[in-house]
């Protein structure tokens, strides 16, 4: 699989897997992806509610368009019983917390493969997206990035990346491991997901825009979000404007015809263009050729 092949996700809204009430409106928010959240905003209680409600609330989310993920947890006592619930028709991706080794991604894997044939499900069909959340998977990021083909995205854990360092989270301190993720990601195939930083208030749109923008700048695809407000945000900061898009194709057209001509570096609006100039812009175009066709079958608010 190569970055091309990567869904886009500009936006992903978590719904906590347990809440009936937020599942029935998330197919509206217009996020290209919804996660059905079993770890963090779902206590330990309502684990197996949450579970039980996760083959019609995967169906019911996708009913919009979005892509439908399920966040599981890291620990032995409850993955498995994550994974038994989450394996279901209406399920396009498994997001792996805490990830510390390319081991840990196998097991997952192999549990992943005997629910798909046990269940009669095409074989690979459940993607991966995996979490790197402590010191420990900082140092191992190229291994886990690479661990299995059904890989398709990768992102910091900010706020328990932050408390398994004892740092304050902020753009400042998370700028490092955010940066070594999205390298490694990249290097890998795979889509970068994430903030440069952190948004402790989600309600302060103008510092949502100003990180996601940032993000995008640093080269990430999308992020993830704990509030509907914030989707239309992330889908307009991860997405080429229509400025960029006429630049882009500009540079594409002239260069192309420059390279017909024998010719190897431009001059286009006054910028010298070359190679790395040129793959950039027809990545543009290939992002915004992307995101139509996304926005095609999507339904917005």
Known sequence: MTATDNPVWRSLLYVPGNNQKFIDKAHLRGADAVIIDFEDSVPATQRDVARSMVAESALAVRSGGADVLVRINSTFDDWPADL?????????????????????????????????????????????????????????????????????????????????????????????????VLYAARAAGLSPIGLMGTVADYKDLDAVRDVAVTARRFGFDGAACIHPSNVPILNEAFAPSEIEVNEARRIVEAYDEALDRGIGAITVDGWMIDVPVAQRARRTLERAQAIAAREARMLRP
Not at 125 to 152: G, K, N, Q
């Open 84 to 180: 038994d619930a989450a394996v279901v028709p209406g399920v396009d991706a498994i997001l792996l917390t805490k990830v510390e080794s390319a081991q840990a991604v196998h097991e997952r894997v192999e549990k992943i493969e005997a629910l798909e044939a046990e269940r009669g499900l095409e074989s690979g069909a459940i993607r991966l997206v995996v979490l790197a959340e402590t010191p420990a998977a900082i140092f191992r990021l190229d291994e886990i990035a690479r661990a299995h083909d059904r890989m398709v995205a990768m992102g910091l854990g900010g706020e328990d990346f932050a408390a398994s360092v004892g740092s304050e989270p902020g753009p400042d301190t998370l700028a490092l491991p955010k940066q070594l």
